[in-house]
């Protein structure tokens, strides 16, 4: 069974410019998150989505980012512009949809690494 | 909110050494308690975790987490490290109906053979 990606593993943009990540979640999977690790500091939630719905963005930092998942697959995360403090690792997660389901493990993808200069 | 809390942040170890890592959350209701690993060049995957029952967990690659409720901590424990242990670990917490994960800032290991 394929496991979380995410695309590009790396992305190195200028201030304000726009980058879009890209997470395939594990297949059937109905939950996907978003989370942030800004310098060394704590991986932070940025967004839920169940299926194609938004269930909690109120990690989200500002408007300049904005997640979609249409069709309840695959998500992207843009950033327009970008600022030099979005710089970081952005993780993806997902985990399936289960009673309970606070209780769920959330499988990881490899993370992309966002520079901006 | 919750809050999540561990206390080392860089522990150098030689092999066969035992690991204690801490972990102390808060958090008002029910709590879920998890354990993650980094090992260097992978994505983190989980190594444990608990939400009921027994409060001492069992994990993969021969870890286990106590969870102490008056203490609110969950600690993560090895009794005899490997240099494979070296990695970075982190605590996260998530409780009742609320899926996002708070995380710990990370305790990174160092084994060395």
């Known amino acids: 069974e394929a496991g979380v990606t995410q695309f590009p593993s790396h992305s190195v943009i200028e201030k304000g410019q726009t980058v879009t990540l890209r997470c395939d979640p594990i297949s059937g999977h109905d939950n996907l998150y978003w989370y942030r690790r800004v310098m060394g500091k704590e991986i932070k939630f940025l967004l839920h989505f169940v299926k194609e719905s938004k269930q909690d963005e109120s990690g989200m930092p500002n408007n300049r980012f904005l997640a979609e998942r249409t069709g309840g697959t695959y998500s992207t995360l843009k950033v327009q512009p970008a600022e030099l403090e979005d710089s970081g690792v952005y993780f993806c997660?997902?985990?399936?949809?289960?009673?309970?389901?606070?209780?769920?493990?959330?499988?990881f993808g490899p993370g992309t690494r966002l520079t901006v200069l | 909110a919750q809050s999540v809390s561990q206390h080392n942040h860089h522990v150098i170890l030689s092999e066969a050494a035992s690991l204690e890592l801490g972990c102390n959350y808060s958090y008002g209701g029910t709590v879920n308690l998890f354990w993650y690993v980094q090992y260097p060049g992978q994505h983190l995957q989980l190594l444990l975790k608990?939400?009921?029952?027994?409060?001492l967990v069992k994990g993969i690659k021969g870890f286990e987490a106590e969870f102490i409720k008056s203490k609110f901590s969950f600690n993560l424990r090895k009794p005899s490290v490997q240099w494979s242990d070296t990695a970075e670990y982190f605590c996260?917490?998530?409780?009742?109906?609320?899926?996002?994960?708070?995380f710990g800032a990370g305790t990174t290991v160092t084994v060395r053979a």
């Open positions: 996260a917490v998530n409780g009742g109906n609320d899926y996002k994960l708070s």
């Open positions: 997660a997902s985990s399936q949809d289960q009673a309970g389901a606070s209780t769920d493990t959330q499988y």
């Open positions: 608990y939400f009921s029952g027994d409060p």
